[in-house]
């Protein structure tokens, strides 16, 4: 089960790896619209622009280096929530 199954936005505005992964891949991979109402709902509040995934896989998925780099940024993100719902649940 692929980590964006089971914790989907989590690279989303509001959480701690956004402004990490924005420094590293730049602008580019941000989505030119303003974030809908229902979004800056789900994050509460946040009127920063979301990552588009798919800008975000045409930077990682041509260079192998890029995809590692954004895989050390993620894991420990993606890890601490997985733990935690697995002890929720």
């Known amino acids: 089960i692929g980590?964006?199954?089971l914790i989907?936005?989590?690279l989303g505005r509001g959480e701690?790896?956004?402004e990490?992964?924005?420094s590293e891949f730049g602008t580019a991979i941000l989505s030119k619209s303003p974030p809908t109402s229902d979004e800056r709902k789900a994050?509460?509040?946040d009127d920063r622009p979301r990552i588009e995934r798919r800008s975000l896989g045409d930077v990682i998925f041509r260079d192998p280096s890029k995809r590692r780099t954004?895989?050390?940024l993620t894991h420990p993100l993606i890890s601490k929530i997985m733990?935690?719902?697995v002890i929720t649940w």
């Open 3 to 5: 980590h964006d199954i």
């Open 8 to 10: 989907p936005g989590k």
């Open 16 to 18: 701690s790896a956004y």
């Open 20 to 22: 990490d992964v924005v």
């Open 43 to 45: 994050d509460g509040g």
């Open 70 to 72: 954004l895989n050390k």
């Open 83 to 85: 733990v935690k719902r």
